[in-house]
């Protein structure tokens, strides 16, 4: 078996010798365990955070443990009634090629109603932190002009098409490169789209939003958010689901220096983090489910092959070489 361990804690950008690979027995299950083989593994942004030892609100790795997170994968030995060998589940127990789990760490997904690693990408995680954070957070209302940053990734994909679907009047996506921009406007149904690396973002949002926006779906900070809140309308609405563009930053950042504009335009900021809003899961797997079914919502997935390339997935992930959810297979 295999585990992938945080080494040490990256200082700015993370490269490779932040990780070790590690050759470790098969675990055994106890009594009331199972043993599961891994199928599919998630690299998150959220897991550069983690590498770090600043208090955040997930506990950062300890350098020598497991890189833990989503995972999917095959009961191969069960002591559990309820699972069984050949049963598909969700744990949280990250980057390792076996998982002992006790029952209540394991959640059985249903492998004919999506592929198993929708369950990581649009039905999972990713796809209710889009859900929640457009509907509940920032009150999406039909009518509404949404700009999305990061928005061919595994959240934005899925907040502009479920903006589209419940009557935004005009959504706007960015992304880091010509073939995303194409992706967003010509698969996901975006009605405008720019890579943000073409010049200013806030002329590029101006060009894009003659008319200004009311909802910004934030995954990026800094330079976006600065110019979103200069597209923002009366009123408008901030979700700041991430900040990506500052997660490797060594020093505090700048942006955004409009800030002033809180009073004039009376605009709302809020953060989200999906952990509040598991509750929501059902209602969100009901609705959305069937729109992916039916081909009305679109996913994409990039899937790297093996596990000792999660690093590398992990890292080519925060330089943007995913298009929708970045995913390992075993
Ligand atoms: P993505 O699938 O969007 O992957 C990350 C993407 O970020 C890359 O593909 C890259 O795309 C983009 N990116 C990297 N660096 C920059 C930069 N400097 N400026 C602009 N874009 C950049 O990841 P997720 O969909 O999983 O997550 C998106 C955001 O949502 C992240 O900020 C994440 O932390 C946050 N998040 C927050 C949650 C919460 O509960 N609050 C839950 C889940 C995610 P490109 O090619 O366009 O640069």
Redo the contacts with the bound molecule.
Sequence with gaps: ATEIRLADRPYGEPTLDNFSIVDVDVPKPGPGQVLVRNVFLSV???MRGRMSSAKSYAEPYKVGEVMTGGAIGEVVKSDVDALRPGDVVLHQLGWRSHAVLDPEQAVQIDTEAAPMSAYLSVLG??GL?AYAGLFDVAGFREGDTVFV??A?????SLVGQLAKLKGAKRVIGS???AE?VRYLTEELGYDAAFN?KDGPVTEQLAAAAPDGIEVYFD??GGE?LEAAIDALNLHGRIVV?????QYNATEPTPAPRNLSQVIAKRFTMRG????DHFDLQPKFVAEVAPLVRDGKIKYSETVVEGLHNAPQAFLD??????T???LVRL
């Design positions: 998150d942004p959220y995680m990713p932190t940053s990061g061919a990734g595994a959240v934005g992304a880091g490169s995303k943000y995954n990026v976006h689901c991430g900040m990506i563009s989200m983090l999906v952990a992930m925060l330089n943007g070489a995913n929708g959810k970045m």
